[in-house]
């Protein structure tokens, strides 16, 4: 039979299922502008029913309410979206660095600028040119060495700037691990108090939501696979090794090498691979597009630069209006440019450029080869600018065989693709801004929390809290009839 006291007993359910109601509902307001937060959902559903023998129905029982009572507190979350988040994160990660790459080393080449390597070019060309014009006028032999000098300053600078921030970047390739180690370790301390809240048969929303948000951002770093067990645990691999397992984090170390660190396990010396995300593009930047991409390329040009103006320099002769004889007056050409002993084992022709010490010295000027002569026969004259005439050419159109064009059609080559890049890596970005926006929005409307939504929930759980107590009275003023004035009757 049923208790006396069993509506009290359903009013007090009531109140307490309303009353967690109320407090999901404040929650989610204090939460309203919280990075990462899910809104979160009582269910509430009826309470187990008391079954009781019917009047009418001796042999069957019948069913009595017993109120209601909180089934689960829920995070309103997409699991699909988040899925896509992650990926979408990692290849906007990925083209991010790529594009900040590109900028930083469009502002090194600073092309066209008046600083630049193309304006130092044709002003080194142009003053060959009118060397060739008046190859007696010290003045414009002058102009020549200077011109040299500035060319060569300018290539050994960029060059420097580009190692420079190779070092930089490598150094990110450092911070982006040490991250990565630092996310799988708040990860696994996650999942292990996860686990700790769901055996027990409570969700660890609140937990669940900190998680994913370090999730996200592990893979904006680098190419993870997620998988999540029974427990809630959630296990991380990259590229098919593991991270993060349970309660356990794996850690990346850094090994150092002369082009730069490479990443492996730590428990193991393995290599770890990137396919994906910041790292990936940090390596890439680091290896294939500055060390083996602009920088083996700039070598290439000033190696150009320095034989082939050489070649030519030193197959004519210079001017000493100062000598008396014609041997001395017209000394045999030499090399113009000159590079370090150790360049041709080190290749680093673009950070070695300099002016042959024979140019650079106090009588250098005379040793600058205006002119040519095809034998020997031809008499040597002040006036011949043929072999400066040839050096012009060269840097203005002449096909040189170790860059397969001219000297300065490589380098505006070089600088064209570098613009090429750099505006496919901005599309990319923007196209990943527009998904990851669009994918956001999407699991916003599912997570976010809609002040005007929980409005109406206050109102609502308000009201039904306000008419369970109410019951409550109700029923408390019948046991005062049954308790205090039944019997009385006949006193």
Do not use: C
Not at 18 to 46: C, E, F, K, P, W
Not at 304 to 327: C, F, M, R, S, W
Not at 339 to 352: I, L, S, V
């Amino acid at each position: 039979m049923r208790s006396t006291f069993a509506g009290l007993q359903m009013g007090l359910r009531a109140l307490q299922a309303h009353q967690m109601g109320l407090l999901v509902t404040g929650h989610n307001i204090s939460n309203a502008n919280t990075d990462g937060y899910s809104r979160q959902r009582v269910h509430l559903v009826a309470s187990n029913p008391y079954t009781v023998p019917a009047f009418t129905k001796p042999l069957s029982p019948g069913q009595i309410g017993t109120g209601v009572q909180v089934a689960e507190i829920a995070r309103m979350r997409d699991d699909f979206i988040e899925m896509q988040l992650r990926l979408e994160s990692q290849t906007a990660g990925y083209w991010q660095v790529l594009m900040d790459g590109y900028e930083q080393i469009e502002m090194i080449f600073n092309e066209p600028s008046d600083t630049g390597i193309s304006t130092m070019l044709t002003d080194f060309w142009k003053a060959w040119q009118q060397l060739s014009l008046t190859p007696s006028d010290l003045a414009a032999r002058a102009v020549v060495r200077q011109t040299g000098a500035l060319l060569a300053d300018a290539i050994r600078h960029t060059y420097t700037q580009l190692d420079r921030y190779r070092e930089e970047v490598n150094y990110a390739i450092g911070v982006k691990v040490n991250r990565i180690n630092y996310l799988a370790q708040q990860i696994a301390d996650l999942n292990k108090q996860i686990v700790a809240v769901s055996v027990s048969g409570d969700r660890p929303n609140d937990l669940l939501d900190a998680r994913d948000m370090l999730v996200r951002e592990l893979s904006q770093i680098a190419n993870i696979q997620v998988a999540v067990d029974s427990k809630l645990q959630m296990h991380i691999s990259i590229s098919g090794s593991s991270l993060v397992q349970g309660s356990h984090a794996s850690k990346l170390a850094l090994k150092g090498e002369p082009d730069g660190y490479k990443v492996v396990w730590e428990a193991t010396g393995v290599a770890a691979a990137f396919n994906g995300g910041e790292l990936k593009g940090l390596f890439e930047l680091r290896d294939d597009i500055l060390l083996n991409g602009y920088m083996a390329e700039l070598n290439r040009f000033a190696k150009a630069l320095i034989e082939e103006v050489n070649a030519l320099h030193k197959q004519g002769y210079g001017y000493d209006p100062t000598a008396e004889t014609d041997g001395d007056r017209f000394p045999s050409g030499k090399d113009f440019f000159a590079f370090a002993e150790n360049t041709a084992e080190t290749g680093k022709y673009a950070q070695d450029i300099r002016l042959a010490a024979d140019i650079l010295g106090e009588d250098g000027l005379k040793y600058i080869a205006a002119g040519y002569s095809a034998d020997a026969s031809t008499p040597k004259t002040p006036g011949n600018g043929e072999n400066a005439l040839r050096i012009a050419k060269l840097l203005q159109e002449g096909r040189s065989a170790m860059l397969n064009s001219s000297i300065p059609d490589f380098y505006s080559s070089l600088i064209a693709s570098l613009g090429v890049d750099s505006q496919e890596s901005q599309r990319m970005v923007a196209n990943q801004t527009v998904l990851l926006e669009h994918l956001q929005n999407r699991q916003e409307a599912v997570s976010g929390v809609s002040l005007d939504e929980e409005m109406g929930n206050l109102i609502r759980f308000q009201h039904a809290y306000n008419a369970a107590a109410r019951l409550i009275t109700a029923l408390d003023e019948t046991l005062v009839t049954v308790i205090e004035r039944m019997g009385l009757v006949g006193r």
